[in-house]
């Protein structure tokens, strides 16, 4: 089974929200879940996670479902160095998937 | 401060043989995380060493194996390749990824080694 899903790729234009989701329905109770990207030829690097409650930072948003099934990285103004896969990741359970390769359209 | 350190950064490899990656984590950081990315499989998890211990392991045949010295350094180790073993390597490091109890330290990610086994 999936630990988490994702869709395989989003497009957002330049300077608009941009929400991308992650369904995670076999999330334990400690399970933090957290987002990372990877820019081309880079390692992936972190952005943000979050347990329960909505989380902010400057980098983007997390949002995070009642149940824990489920959560959404909103990027408020999409920029073209936004453009990298997105993984949400539950590393306790040591899964991260193949991630939302997001498409930034100027 | 540097950041995580891979070495070498490209490796190409015949199947059969053996290959060795290193990995230096950030100063201060005791936990250091290996995975595996392909383009089918995406990021996969190895192994991750804490204090020169196997903390946590992935599922991933024998043929992989690591260990990491006193100084946090760590090697993975890769024994008879298979064609299959082409990915990219990562590194991560943190201060301590601890599991199960709901504590995190962020991952600081290598560059990764490109490993080709032709």
């Known amino acids: 089974d999936a630990k988490t899903t994702q869709p395989n790729s989003m497009e957002s ?4 929200p941009v929400h991308l989701p992650c369904n995670h329905s076999t999330i334990s109770g400690t399970d933090y879940i957290h ?3 990877q820019l081309p030829s880079q390692g992936p690097e972190y952005v943000i996670h979050g347990l329960t409650s909505n989380v902010n930072n400057r980098m983007a948003s997390l949002a995070i ?11 408020h103004r999409a920029t073209l160095r936004d453009a990298a896969v997105y993984y949400c990741i ?3 359970q040591f899964y991260f998937g193949t991630g939302t390769s997001l498409t930034v359209i100027p | 401060k540097a950041g995580v350190t891979q070495t070498p950064r490209y490796l190409i490899k015949t199947r059969g043989q053996q290959v060795t ?3 230096s984590p950030i100063s201060g950081h005791r936990s250091v995380s290996w995975y595996q990315q392909t383009p089918g499989q995406g990021l996969q998890f190895l192994f991750e060493y804490f204090s020169e211990t196997q903390r946590n392991k992935g599922n991933f045949p024998g ?3 690591g260990r990491q010295f006193s100084n946090s350094r760590s090697e ?4 008879t390749l298979e064609l299959g073993d082409s990915a990219l ?3 991560a490091s943190s201060l301590d990824r601890t599991s199960g109890r709901g504590s995190y330290n962020e991952q600081f990610f290598g560059p990764g080694t490109r490993l080709t086994v032709l």
């Open chain 2, 89 to 91: 390597y990562l590194c």
């Open chain 1, 90 to 92: 539950l590393f306790n």
């Open chain 2, 63 to 65: 043929r992989f194996s």
């Open chain 2, 76 to 79: 993975m180790n890769v024994s």
């Open chain 1, 13 to 16: 234009n330049e300077e608009e």
């Open chain 2, 21 to 23: 990656l290193s990995c």
């Open chain 1, 65 to 75: 479902a009642e149940d824990r099934k489920s959560s959404t990285l909103i990027l």
């Open chain 1, 35 to 37: 987002w990372y990207r």
